[in-house]
């Protein structure tokens, strides 16, 4: 049988469309299959160059031309721009493929493959050609397509980052929020794994999970933490499940990511702001306690305080009993002081700015400290200061909560071994070549006050956090985390500056820098002069029976002709029934059945002019300011003492008259 006849029989018997041309690109065979799908019957093509033309609205090479012509991929992108779609050598034979408007109802997609036919010594006789009717097959991918686009716009319009992996854990999509979350592109996102976009020790946690969940199947949802590539930490809820194939066989996940971040920045700020308001109820208590007690205290003070003045009036200057009773009213006054303290402390006074000298207020703190703290932390003082130059205008209350803060923390440093806590004093220039922690300042002289432990120190990452609110390595109940902050924003607020030097193992030093206030503090009054006294007559109003006794003493040896009560009900009853006997009333605020406030009124409105001092160890209720909006002429706290009453018993009468 001659080859010709051998290459007929196999071309007629395929089931497949194809034919056969020469060199010189004649049609020589054209099988059945061919005439079905192309339409056209081998008697009108054989013997005929195939150009399409049938199909195309001008003649043009089939893939066997290009085969016979030896024409290259490079010649035929040049020659034959557009010639079928994806056209390519593949080892020594074309494909392609193109679609066919005109075949059948709706055209039909075609998929060519051409090769070369050659001799037994080699030599190139022509080319068979091969059709395959891909129409389904493109119809299917155009449908999938269609559905990855679908479902593309579909997860790009869900506001939350959205992604699917493959079982190996490579990303094989995502979503626009993804990108954005992520700060990268979805091409460049494709095919990385979570350990290229996150850090390690969160990439080990998430894959661990995936490799979980792809083993057992159905849905996970946890809270984790990460980081984007902006470096941002962010709080995120994270839900996946598996996706399958039509077995059931695991393909992959698909996951949605929650950023929850501000809602957790919200609840930590909802939590600090309930952490406030309990230490605001907690120091709204404290004032009304440490009120009550300040009340009791100072009436037990005050004589204690004038018996022990008179006495000293009346004891020779010779009588070794002097010394002795000095040292009783040297502690009355630190106990006076102190109850100021925890009043001015618990009731968060607005703060009132003068000159002061710091360092008085310093040896008072130290000397409460000592008290307090364990005998396995020495104290010690280094006020290298000149007389005169330690003065800064500012609310005394603050300064001395600066330094017990301060003071306070260096003990929780030291609280386990022991050290030295070493307080200083001295004043520095500072001028515009600042370090960083003191840029702003105002160039000049600062006071500047040291407070240094022998503690464990700070790395530096704690140290860079210690004035933040609520940041606090102290365990728990040992301390809100509130202090430095409040160091840190009581020294900017007097235009000062806070500079920390601290490293582990070799202890922490502050340094706090007020501005120096060029000004001399208010001199003093001369405490040898004599004490004033009169002759006019007075009611002295009280509840404490003891209280009134020594009143009445102390106002009597001063020439004053004293009326007493004991209940302010008794005394309006007795103003009443002479308004003209008295020419002054001193009453207490703080009484059962009538305030002193209210006992005023009621005498005002009898005799509008007549002069009242108006007394209180602690009141809420009123202060001096509105004592004075109601025409009382003076306020004076309690526990007073002789020098004191008198001036003001004085001055309202001279004045008065």
């Known amino acids: 049988m ?20 020469n060199k010189d690109h004649v049609i020589t065979h054209w099988n059945r299959a061919c005439e079905t799908l192309m339409g056209i019957s081998a008697k009108t093509m054989l013997g005929t160059q195939a150009t399409w033309k049938a199909y195309y609205s001008k003649e043009r090479p089939v893939l066997a031309d290009l085969i016979v012509d030896g024409a290259s991929e490079r010649t035929v992108a040049a020659y034959y721009p557009g010639l079928y779609a994806k056209s390519h050598l593949v080892d020594g034979a074309y494909e392609a493929q193109d679609f066919f408007p005109h075949m059948g109802e709706r055209g039909k997609w075609l998929f060519f493959t051409a090769t070369p036919l050659r001799d037994r010594s080699g030599t190139l006789t022509g080319a068979v050609e091969f059709f395959q009717d891909i129409t389904h097959q493109k119809e299917a991918e155009e449908e999938l397509r269609q559905s990855e686009a679908f479902l593309n716009t579909l997860i790009d319009a869900i506001p939350i980052p959205v992604f699917y992996k493959d079982k190996a854990g490579r990303l094989l999509g995502v979503n626009q929020a993804f990108e954005t979350f992520f700060s990268e592109a979805r091409e460049r996102l494709k095919g990385k794994t979570v350990f290229d976009i996150m850090p390690p020790e969160s990439a080990r946690i998430l894959d661990a999970k995936d490799r979980v969940l792809m083993e057992h199947g159905g849905i996970q949802q946890y809270e984790t933490q990460v980081t984007n590539q902006r470096g941002e930490l962010r709080h995120i809820i994270i839900n996946k499940s598996v996706f399958t194939d039509d077995q059931g066989g695991v393909n992959g996940l698909i996951g949605a990511i929650l950023d929850i971040t501000e809602r957790k920045r919200a609840e930590e700020q909802r939590a600090q702001l309930e952490t406030q308001l309990r230490q605001s109820q907690k120091m709204e208590a404290i004032g009304t306690l440490a009120g009550g007690i300040a009340h009791d205290f100072n009436n037990i003070l005050m004589p204690l305080l004038l018996n022990a003045e008179m006495a000293l009036e009346d004891l020779p200057e010779a009588s070794p009993l002097k010394t002795n009773l000095q040292e009783v009213l040297k502690a009355g006054n630190r106990a006076r002081d102190l109850v100021k303290q925890i009043l001015a402390f618990s009731r968060q006074n607005q703060e009132q700015r003068s000159p002061l000298h710091v360092g008085p207020i310093v040896k008072e703190a130290l000397k409460l400290l000592r008290s307090t703290l364990p005998s396995t932390i020495e104290i010690r003082q280094e006020m290298d200061i000149t007389p005169g130059r330690d003065t800064i205008r500012a609310d005394p209350t603050q300064i001395h909560q600066v330094l017990m803060n301060l003071c306070t923390n260096a003990f929780h440093a030291m609280q386990d071994q022991g050290g030295t806590l070493t307080v200083g004093l001295t004043h520095v220039p500072i001028g515009d070549d600042a370090d960083p922690a003191l840029r702003g300042l105002n160039p000049g002289t600062y006071v500047k006050l040291t407070v240094g432990d022998t503690g464990g120190g700070m790395s530096p990452d704690i140290r860079d956090r210690i004035f933040e609110p609520y940041y606090t390595t102290k365990g728990k109940g040992e301390g809100t985390g509130l202090g430095l902050s409040v160091v840190h924003g009581i020294v900017k607020s007097h235009k000062g500056a806070v500079r920390v030097e601290s490293e582990p193992g070799k202890g922490t030093t502050f340094q706090v820098f007020f501005p120096l206030f060029h000004s001399e503090v208010t001199v003093k009054e001369d405490l040898t002069s004599k004490i004033p006294g009169g002759n006019e007559r007075v009611l002295f109003v009280d509840d404490e029976a003891v209280s009134v006794g020594v009143v009445e003493t102390l106002l009597e040896r001063l020439g004053y002709a004293v009326d007493t009560q004991t209940s302010s009900v008794e005394a309006l009853k007795m103003f009443q029934n002479d308004p003209q006997r008295f020419d002054l009333i001193i009453t207490d605020q703080t009484m059962p059945g ?27 209720q009123i202060n001096e300011e509105q004592a004075k909006e109601m025409g009382i002429r003076a306020f004076i706290m309690k526990p ?5 009453l008198a001036k003001t018993v004085r001055g309202v009468l001279d004045e008065s008259g």
């Open 640 to 644: 007073f003492v002789s020098r004191q």
């Open 594 to 620: 009538m305030t002193g406030a209210d006992l005023a009124k009621e005498i005002m409105r009898i005799r509008p002019r007549v002069p009242i001092i108006l007394c209180t160890g602690f009141s809420e």
């Open 2 to 21: 001659k080859s010709d006849d051998r290459l007929s029989q196999i071309v007629q018997g395929m089931a497949i469309p194809a034919f056969v041309i």
